[in-house]
């Protein structure tokens, strides 16, 4: 696959997904959609939505938003998940015997960005996050009206991890939402300063940027 996100423009009719088969020797049943955070049903379809993909073949997975655009907010982004899911074919020498299939599931974070938002504002909108403490937490307030992944973060050099990490996909805990915040778990003897990296609309890390706590 092309990129680890999507960023949807409003002004756009669809976007694509690249999506290529590298196996020599495998074929593979592809199954696309796309859903909200909590797996229901989104405003949006993904074509084709079951597709066979041949040995180093490739194709475009079409991503057409089907709702009303007034009725997402118009100052901030919208998230959203495309999900791709994948199934080999069984050789046709085990056809008769007894196999046990895997499916592999992928999810992309889906960004929807209202015309509003600048695409120069949105690389730029990882540096503008705010950090202070509050007890034992890490309080970090998200000023911007887009959604911010991080990298990394470490508070005097030690890893940050979101409380919800062991239940949750750390890609969603490790976000902060538009005007949101976002708290994490931090020691009472940890001092020092907070250094971050983000992930940008290319799915490229950042350089680093430090503030004092």
């Not at 730029?124 to 991080?150: D, E």
Request: charged fraction near 20%; proline fraction near 6%.
């Amino acid at each position: 696959m092309g990129g680890t996100r999507i960023i949807y423009p409003a002004n756009q009719s669809e976007v694509q997904i690249a999506l290529k088969n590298k196996d020599n020797d495998k074929r593979y049943l592809v199954q696309s959609w796309v859903s909200n955070i909590d797996d229901s049903k989104a405003p949006f379809i993904m074509t084709p939505p079951i597709y066979k993909l041949d040995e180093n073949r490739q194709t475009l997975l079409h991503v057409v938003y089907t709702g009303n655009k007034s009725a997402l907010p118009q100052d901030r982004e919208s998230l959203f998940m495309a999900n791709i899911k994948s199934v080999s074919a069984i050789p046709e020498e085990l056809h008769d015997k007894n196999t046990l299939q895997f499916a592999i599931k992928t999810r992309l974070k889906l960004f929807y960005r209202p015309v509003s938002l600048k695409e120069s504002e949105a690389q730029t909108a990882w540096q503008s996050l705010q950090f202070n403490r509050n007890q034992n937490q890490l309080v970090v307030k998200n000023p911007t009206p887009f959604y911010i992944t991080f990298g990394q973060l470490t508070v005097a050099g030690k890893v940050v991890k979101a409380a919800s990490e062991q239940h949750s996909p750390s890609a969603l805990t490790m976000m902060v939402a538009p005007f949101g915040e976002q708290r994490f778990p931090l020691p009472s003897a940890v001092k020092g300063d907070v250094i971050w990296t983000a992930i940008n609309d290319f799915g490229s890390e950042t350089e680093q940027r430090k503030q004092s706590l």
